[in-house]
């Protein structure tokens, strides 16, 4: 059944979108900027999320086409150079997606027995990229179970056979499950358990009639340059409406109306003036170079960790900076209990990493491998694309699955080659592949243990070679 809020908030977006109707641009020119500035940190990753959206879910002729709303598609294979929709893959755990819109009611996601030995999880994420739940190994454990996720208005009863209720604050979200693969010989088992992933709407688990049918969306094609310019704001209007206000945001929005930012509101770019644009995309400007520095002094150098980017409204109190930075550097990034995202992006000397310019080695002392209590894995990525790095032995990481064919020092230690040249043949197990240019890699540690937190584990040096 419907709520009112969302039913009254169905009926504004339909006036709008057939009066033409649109919040009023009443800010000065300094005081736009400054509010396009909030703006577009806070907004990019919703509207950068939209994309991921629009390729998996509304685009069926696309290449990256995954399934319609509220039904699953597995992604049984590892990921490659080829796979762009999202950046910042990870090769560790074959994907299966949900894009949910809860609009209609809930959704029921059945999760099947997973052996105890395999990590699995399903992440589930709001339309502003927050992490509101997780199930899976860490969260519910490996036997399963039944799993309701509603939206912000649902009010209906639970069925007696649900493990346990989810609200989303959005009614659009997302379900991204990984499901662990040891190796290409697991792909096998995989499949089977990503069959046993099942998705229904909540009538459909409870053999009863449906709802009525709520408005269809007419989804706006993305732009290649939507991130970019005031066109962001577009863009974020439209996911907006699948948002109930936050009380903590109420001030905010009052600001960004201010300068046409309302939820389901058209944001006419062509009928702002030239002094108008011109103060949005000098504060999107502002909004870019805060980040820029802060990555610099804060990201880069360590102070600053995925723990602190990923998680939920509460964990990141509304710091839209660290949302933004977030959506940024990898998308769809975990919160700190279930993994540690550890980024290597300067070496030692503090200069970016290039492969064009050094090889590298990254040394774990005997007995300091990263502390897991499911896996890890070390990611090479190429910093212009954010992709993985194509090379002929189709090697994209090394993780602790393969310890058992790598090669340890004389002392027991384990040191990794980061490197564009092939190294000698007796050398090659402990390589990971390099573009020739800039690249950076990203250490996972899957159910970290208390020490990565509290920092009692240091993440060894990037360190070239002379």
């Known amino acids: 059944m419907i709520g009112k809020p969302t039913r009254l908030l169905l009926a504004s977006l339909s006036i709008f979108m057939s009066s033409g109707a649109w919040a009023d641009f009443t800010a000065s020119p300094s005081e736009a900027r400054a509010i396009a500035k909030e703006a577009y940190l806070y907004g990019f990753p919703v509207v950068q999320m939209y994309k991921t959206l629009y390729t998996q879910a509304v685009d069926k002729g696309g290449a990256h086409f995954k399934a319609p709303f509220n039904r699953i598609d597995n992604s049984a294979q590892v990921l490659t150079p080829k796979d762009n929709a999202v950046t910042t893959p990870n090769v560790d ?84 499950y990984r499901t662990q693969l040891f190796d290409d010989k697991d792909l096998g088992k995989v499949k ?25 969306i007419q989804w706006p094609k993305p732009m290649a340059t939507m991130t970019e310019g005031p066109q962001l704001f577009r863009y974020l209007n439209f996911m907006l409406a699948f948002a109930a206000p936050q009380d903590s945001e109420k001030d905010l929005l009052a600001r960004f109306a201010k300068i046409g930012i309302a ?29 820029a520095a802060f990555k610099k002094a804060k990201v880069d150098t360590h102070q600053v960790t995925s723990a602190d980017l990923y998680g939920s409204r509460d964990h990141l109190q509304n710091n839209y900076l660290y949302r933004y930075a977030g959506a940024e550097l990898g998308m769809f990034g975990n919160s700190s209990d279930e993994a540690a995202h550890l980024s290597y992006v300067i070496d030692s000397e503090g200069k970016p990493a290039n492969g064009a310019r050094h090889s590298y080695t990254v040394h774990f002392a005997k007995d300091q491998l990263p502390p897991a209590d499911a896996f890890w894995s070390l990611t090479m990525y190429d910093a212009k694309t954010r992709l993985l790095v194509p090379n002929h032995k189709k090697r994209y990481l090394i993780n602790s699955q393969m310890l058992p064919s790598l090669k340890l020092d004389a002392d027991g230690g384990l040191t990794l080659a980061l490197q564009h040249h092939e190294p000698p043949k007796a050398e090659q197990s402990n390589w990971l592949p390099a573009p020739p240019g800039p690249f950076y890699a990203v250490l996972r540690i899957y159910l970290p243990k208390p020490e990565v937190a509290s920092g009692q584990w240091k993440l060894p040096a990037l360190t070239p070679l002379k």
């Open 192 to 216: 089977q358990i990503q069959n046993g992933y099942k998705v229904q709407a909540l009538s459909s688990y409870v053999k009863q009639p449906a709802p009525p049918n709520v408005p269809k």
């Open 93 to 176: 755990t074959p994907y299966s997606f949900v894009w949910m819109d809860l609009r209609k009611e809930p959704l029921v996601l059945t999760l099947p027995k997973v052996e105890d030995n395999r990590y699995y999880s399903v992440q589930l994420i709001d339309l502003y990229t927050q992490n509101f739940a997780y199930l899976g190994t860490r969260s519910t454990g490996n036997n399963g179970g039944h799993y309701m996720i509603a939206g912000p208005d649902w009010k209906g009863q639970q069925p007696v056979d649900i493990d346990r209720v989810i609200y989303s604050e959005s009614n659009i979200a997302y379900a991204l």
């Open 263 to 291: 939820p389901g509101a058209p944001f006419k770019v062509n009928q702002l003036t030239a002094e108008q644009r011109k103060a949005l995309e000098d504060g999107i400007t502002d909004g870019r170079a805060e980040f």
